[in-house]
């Protein structure tokens, strides 16, 4: 194919390996992330797909890295099919917790593990770390959430502690 042919569709590279990548996660969604939903507890699902995800994207070192690459340094056009891509592994983790958790709490742990993801997937391609000490420090991190979960205290207010100190 003519890579004229190519940019009449995508005006970038980085746009053409974004949009790939989506279409990848959509199909580890419909497929893979079916199995996960065995478990009772929503954060050991969490867990499960983060490893499920990690494990399948690393099978291509390169191709993770280039797809990472063009994800965390999208600009111009690209940046919106990196929206679409954030999106999709925002809901990806998400549907993994299951409904037994609120709306916010559940957006809130699928941002924050879409953010560390997304930051770690390059560092496992380039064989810097590795899947296991990833998922380690992702255990101690769910703990502490279902820990503050347990407790149900609502997140302080930052915003109004700042109110409360100039007042």
């Known amino acids: 194919m003519a890579p004229s042919t190519v940019y009449l569709y995508f005006p970038s590279k980085d746009d053409l390996l974004l949009a790939c990548l989506h279409d990848w996660l959509q199909d ?17 699902r969490l867990l499960h797909v983060f490893e499920l995800l990690t494990v399948k994207f690393s099978e291509s070192p390169h191709l993770a890295e280039a797809m990472i690459r063009s994800y965390l340094y999208a600009q111009g056009p690209a940046t919106e099919q990196a ?20 709306v916010q709490l559940r957006q809130g742990v699928a941002d924050m593990f879409t953010d560390v993801w997304t930051t770690n997937i390059s ?26 979960d347990s407790r149900r205290q609502p997140a302080p207010d930052c915003a109004g502690a700042a109110n409360e100190e100039v007042a």
Request: aromatic share 6%; hydrophobic share 40%.
């Open 83 to 102: 929206d679409l891509v954030r999106t999709r592994i925002v809901g990806i983790f998400g549907n993994a917790m299951g409904e037994g958790f609120s």
């Open 123 to 148: 560092v496992i391609a380039q064989q810097r770390t590795t899947t296991p000490e990833l998922m380690q420090r992702l255990a101690h991190a769910i703990a502490a959430i279902r820990q503050r």
């Open 28 to 44: 580890f969604d419909e497929g893979a992330c079916s199995e996960s939903h065995t478990s009772v507890d929503g954060y050991q």
